[in-house]
Antibody, heavy 123, light 107 residues
Framework: QLQLQESGPGLVKPSETLSLTCNVS???????????WGWIRQPPGKGLEWIAS???????YYDPSLKSRVTISIDTSKSQFSLKLTSVTAADTAVYYC??????????????WGPGTLVTVSS | DIQMTQSPSSVSASVGDRVTITCRAS??????LAWYQQKPGKAPRLLIY???SLQSGVPSRFSGSGSGTDFTLTISSLQPEDFATYYC?????????FGQGTRLEIK
């Protein structure tokens, strides 16, 4: 059964870079040619926001509102993918989830998801 | 971006009730819509995709319908484990966007 697990610092200072990794187990990232791997976040008490997605080949897609600050990458040898968000502010405080979605156009639904990790931006 | 508006924002219901949650898109999205359930402190769980297809393992009391701009999620007979927040998500137009959520509470 495919499982995803986020990891990274829970506290980041304003203006610094948020870095998270999602470890995928129970299946292969490189063998999953039918899926994208993505990041979604949820500010405390608020709704969900898609951030970025990546294919095993390295093709990337970013939310336009975050594109200038976000980088998503993948390391198939380690079966993991990562997120970097630069110049963070308090508005970037959120639970960050990693998840998988089908590669077919319009099939943007995510399943499964990691349990999520809370990242707080504060000095 | 396409705006997804859910109604109501919150609803109270009792075990055994039939509940319907609505999601409206700011422009037509065909049937490219998914529904998720989220419990406190947990990740969202995919319930419905392509507007009406039931995800594997999801109880049949959950159903989805709609196309274009108006969609519904129906729970035919509420169970205690169904009290949660529900989100819709559109996949017709990049970037994908979510509704603000509907909180389903116990009456």
């Amino acid at each position: 059964q495919l499982q995803l697990q986020e990891s990274g610092p829970g506290l980041v200072k304003p203006s610094e870079t948020l870095s998270l990794t999602c470890n995928v187990s129970g299946g292969s990232i490189s063998g999953s040619s039918s899926y994208y791997w993505g990041w979604i976040r949820q500010p405390p008490g608020k709704g969900l926001e898609w951030i970025a997605s990546i294919y095993y080949s390295g093709s990337t897609y970013y939310d336009p509102s975050l594109k200038s600050r976000v980088t998503i990458s993948i390391d198939t040898s380690k079966s993991q993918f990562s997120l970097k968000l630069t110049s963070v502010t308090a508005a970037d405080t959120a639970v960050y989830y990693c998840a998988r979605r089908p590669v077919a156009a319009h099939h943007v639904w995510f399943d499964p998801w990691g349990p999520g990790t809370l990242v707080t931006v504060s000095s | 971006d396409i705006q997804m508006t859910q109604s109501p924002s919150s609803v109270s219901a009792s075990v055994g009730d039939r509940v319907t949650i609505t999601c409206r898109a700011s422009q037509g999205i065909s049937t490219w819509l998914a529904w998720y359930q989220q419990k406190p402190g947990k990740a969202p769980r995919l319930l419905i995709y392509a507007a009406s297809s039931l995800q594997s393992g999801v109880p049949s009391r959950f159903s989805g319908s709609g196309s274009g701009t108006d969609f519904t999620l129906t729970i035919s007979s509420l169970q205690p484990e169904d009290f949660a927040t529900y989100y819709c998500q559109q996949g017709n137009t990049f970037p994908s966007t979510f509704g603000q959520g509907t909180r389903l509470e116990i009456k």
